[in-house]
């Protein structure tokens, strides 16, 4: 299967602050999507982003495919941004995640 | 447009019970799955099925079942359930066109607790 490493596995911002999370997978694949899980637990796309950049208003992806990574950006953090950061590429029928990275953005 | 339904949210079993977790999409997805989540191990893969009739193990399969009779249904049996099975599930499915088939869909999930 494919590796995939985030980092950091932890992070904890003031409100208003930004961020770099990092994703790398270990096999050229070109399918990384981002998932945000809420401290409810729900697990939200945020971003399908096989290579190039996206943006979805203070978030935005960049996926260099070639060099095996993604970045997720999350500008002017808000408390609403906490949960669990994590990233996911697929291999034929199987999908991988990484461990996550842990957000807490403090008021 | 329910998207990914899964039932029940909780659950307590005691040890050697059995029951089954369900999941029905709306999507006509062909792709479904099954991931367990637990702390500081991200999601793993239990089972998937990539269309009805056909089923496959993923990472972490010993000690469930599935089946596939549908398109929209894909059960997740515990047959004698234990403590280690003490996880909150995910099912999640994707579609069959180029790129809807790289974008997952969850549910809610489903918080298992063997005692």
């Known amino acids: 299967g494919i590796q995939v490493e985030q980092s950091p596995p932890d992070l904890i911002l003031q409100e208003g602050a930004n961020s770099t999370l990092r994703c790398n997978f270990s096999?050229?694949?070109?399918?990384l999507q981002w998932f945000h899980q809420n401290p409810w637990g729900q697990l939200i796309n945020l971003f399908y982003?096989?290579?190039g950049t996206k943006q979805n208003g203070r978030l935005s992806a960049t996926t260099v495919a070639t060099e095996r990574y993604s970045l997720l950006y999350i500008s002017s953090s808000q408390t609403t941004d906490s949960g669990v950061y994590f990233c996911?590429?697929?291999?034929?029928?199987?999908?991988?995640f990484g461990t996550g990275t842990s957000l807490t953005v403090i008021p | 447009n329910a998207g990914v339904t899964q039932t029940p949210k909780f659950q307590v079993l005691k040890t050697g019970q059995s029951m089954t977790l369900q999941c029905a999409q709306d999507?006509?997805?062909?792709?479904m799955s099954w991931y367990r989540q637990d702390p500081g191990m991200g999601l793993r893969l239990i089972h998937y099925?990539?269309?009805?009739?056909?089923?496959d193990q993923g990472e972490v399969p010993n000690g469930y079942n599935v089946s596939r009779s549908t398109t929209e249904d894909f059960p997740l049996r515990l047959l004698s359930a234990a403590p280690s099975q003490t996880s909150v599930y995910f099912c999640?499915?994707?579609?069959?066109?180029?790129?809807?088939?790289?974008?997952?869909?969850f549910g809610a999930g489903s918080r298992l607790t063997v005692l």
């Open positions: 099925s990539v269309g009805a009739g056909i089923t």
């Open positions: 999640a499915s994707s579609g069959e066109r180029r790129v809807s088939a790289n974008v997952l869909t």
């Open positions: 996911a590429v697929r291999l034929w029928d199987q999908f991988y």
């Open positions: 999507m006509n997805h062909e792709y």
């Open positions: 096999d050229s694949v070109n399918n």
């Open positions: 982003i096989p290579s």
